[in-house]
């Protein structure tokens, strides 16, 4: 039986995956940063930050009530001295001013924009799952006490899930909204008189919005609030991929385990991992020591600093590569997602073993763990800038340093070097 009262894992993985910046206004982010770190505006020098943090994932964990949100980070916002009015020097323009910290006010915007971007994120991902018999979006009525005249206009709007529409107005799309999608069957929508001529009221008009703090100029589509106008499930896996690519290289290891066990649970993930992503198949990309060059791949796991030491590599992930998703899938197509969460096990097992195979910058690592063993073979790029998964597989309990003994005999037999990189 389903337990409604945590949320499902996409919700709870939404803040998660975030960095956190403290900021004097939500407009010193450049709108794409917002996807990639959590920030309240004038927390700078309170330290107050990880606490409203750290009450906003529980409150999207647990289903907790802004009134037990309040309750709870109110006494430890108070303690700390953000709250109320007070005077601040804005680090921008060396202006001091009065500004608002903590209030019931703030608090209950701050837990409204998180609740509702981790939602309106998992909605989205649990939709690209299922869009297969539910391909349709129908935009529901606001319950808002006084709604918008825009978003009144689009209630009843039937458009694919796909549609480029649902870029900029997958709701929210603008501050305290509260309109909702459901996600509808082909027959239901054709029901509710779905016509894929009709568009959404004010298609197409837009507002010219001026940052006065960056001095950025953004075209925002009529109706949607500036900062809203994205769809926080697409926004997510940009925000994944933005991490590891530039934010992780700085990043905790703490984070980059976050970023990359949710990543598994990604559905661009499962169609790597299961072989369904087009990928070049040409000689020069047959060849092992070239084969995820200029590829698409995906993080499945942090690379422990023990195994980057050991692979003379400073990269802080390992990736799965498309082509190598191909070979995943052939030769093992019974692993699942949760599986692939496994690769992390065994890179930070005690107990692991590890082989080193110079000439082809390989290492192969087994580990017995508590009820199984797996094998893992991780390859370095020639730059050793990146590390990607060549192989992974569950095995036998107590058949890992068998399986690592016979691939030794088998590299040593073909005059190939091979090193323990571990103690046996």
Known sequence: MADFSQAPAE???????????????????????????????????????????????????NRVSFDEFRA???????????????????????????????????????????????????????????????????????????????????????????????DAHFPPSAWLCECRVLQISRSEARRKGYDPDRRPAYEGQTKIWRNDRTGETRSIPVGVDPGWDNNPGKYRFDNLRRLWDDKLSGATPEQKRIAAEDMTRQPIFETIAKGKAPYDNSPANND???????????????????????????????????????????????????????????LDAASAKWL??????????????????VKVLLRRTATAREVFLQSFHIIDKGKALEKLRQKEKSLLGNNEAAIWKKGE
């Open 11 to 61: 919700e709870q993985g939404h803040l998660r995956a975030k960095g956190q910046r403290e900021t004097w206004s939500w407009k010193d982010f450049q709108f794409d940063e917002h996807a990639a770190s959590f920030t309240v505006a004038k927390t700078a020098g309170y330290d107050v930050l990880g606490d409203i943090r750290k009450a906003a994932q529980d409150a999207i964990d």
């Open 288 to 346: 092992p020591l070239n084969r995820e060059r200029g590829q698409f791949a995906i993080p499945v796991a942090a690379l422990p600093e023990a195994v980057a030491k050991a692979m003379e590599t400073d990269a802080g992930i390992v990736k799965l590569s498309v082509s190598n998703g191909v070979k995943q899938a052939d030769r093992h197509p019974d692993l699942t997602m949760a599986d692939y969460r496994r690769v992390q096990l065994a």
């Open 72 to 166: 709870k980070l109110t006494p430890v916002l108070q303690a700390k001295g953000w709250w109320g009015k007070k005077q601040g020097v804005d680090p921008t323009t060396g202006e001091i001013t009065d500004v608002q910290l903590g209030s019931p006010r703030r608090l209950k915007t701050i837990y409204w924009a998180n609740i509702r971007a981790a939602r309106a994120a998992s909605e989205w991902e649990r939709a690209q799952h299922t869009k297969i018999g539910l391909p349709f979006f129908e935009y529901l009525h606001t319950t808002a006490a006084h709604p918008r005249e825009q978003h009144l206009a689009w209630v009843g709007i039937i458009l694919p899930v796909d549609d480029q529409w649902w």
């Open 356 to 373: 080193w195979e110079p000439a082809k910058r390989q290492l192969h690592i087994a580990a017995d763990l508590v009820d199984y063993s």
